[in-house]
């Protein structure tokens, strides 16, 4: 949805170019270039996924931000939304973004770029702390989440047990198809394939169902999948209550696979 605010505006947004975001203000202050940005859709509820349409408050977060030609001071008008959804126990939440997720002081494409500059172009921690004007332990964050993901060669490896876990690595988006301005949900679930003996992941696939995880599996080598003895969906309890599946795979934790 495009809700144009005014020439300089849409110009400032086209140029910081931020995702889901636009800028309605833009200043000099000491020097310092300041901008001020807002989402640009009405979030879901993170509870029920409820479209909220009304406001409640809103305070203002400053972000850290790559440098947009230059340094440029981030502001966040964000805004705390009330959930209308009369069946859900949650009254208010404030929003978030893939972009800036609950509880992220910096943007994505900030962690990003800092992750590039150690792992791919192999920059010290500190040189890429002091070319953003990040600290060094931010940088240092950065990579340890980022290298979470970082797979093995898992054909090479023979686990025994292997677990799945289902997470959500990206906040909930809502998209409106223009022609029936129906509002779909989209879930970037993720489920990953961890080796219970030894705890590393082994393999991320898309989505909740077990389409992703079976592609996976029969990707695999046959003496690799006749290795495996069992097979434990959701072994931690805590994502067991998001779905049926989840549910089912508490009440019988272990299936074997053959
Ligand atoms: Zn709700």
Request: with cysteine.
């Amino acid at each position: 949805m495009n809700e144009p605010t005014g020439v300089a505006a849409d110009a400032a947004t086209i140029l910081f170019n931020l995702p889901d975001y636009r800028v309605i203000s833009t200043s000099i202050n000491a020097g310092r270039r300041q901008v001020i940005i807002e989402t640009d859709q009405p979030p879901g509820c993170p509870s029920c996924g409820v479209i909220s349409s009304r406001r409640k408050e809103r305070r203002v977060q400053r972000l850290r931000d790559i440098p947009v030609a230059g340094p440029v001071e981030v502001l966040w008008s964000k805004y705390r939304w009330y959930c209308e959804e009369r069946a859900c126990d949650r009254l208010s939440f404030f929003e978030s973004t893939p972009q800036v997720p609950r509880r992220a002081r910096s943007t994505s494409r900030l962690r990003d770029q800092l992750v590039d500059a150690v792992i791919r172009s192999g920059r010290a921690v500190s040189e890429t702390a002091a070319g953003f004007a990040v600290s060094w332990w931010m940088v240092r964050a950065a990579v340890t989440e980022a290298c979470l993901l970082r797979l093995p060669d898992v054909d090479k490896l023979s686990p025994r047990m292997l677990g799945m876990d289902e997470h959500r690595f990206r906040s909930v988006r809502y998209f409106q198809d223009p022609a029936t301005k129906a509002w779909t949900r989209f879930e970037p679930w993720m489920t990953t394939i961890v080796d219970l003996d030894t705890g590393q992941v082994l393999g991320v696939v898309d989505g909740r169902d077990h389409k992703g995880v079976g592609d996976w599996l029969f990707a695999r080598p046959l003496e690799w999948r006749l290795a495996v003895q069992v097979v434990a969906i959701d072994p931690s309890a805590r994502s067991g209550r998001r779905c049926g599946c989840g549910f089912r795979a508490q009440q019988s934790l272990l299936i074997t696979f053959t």
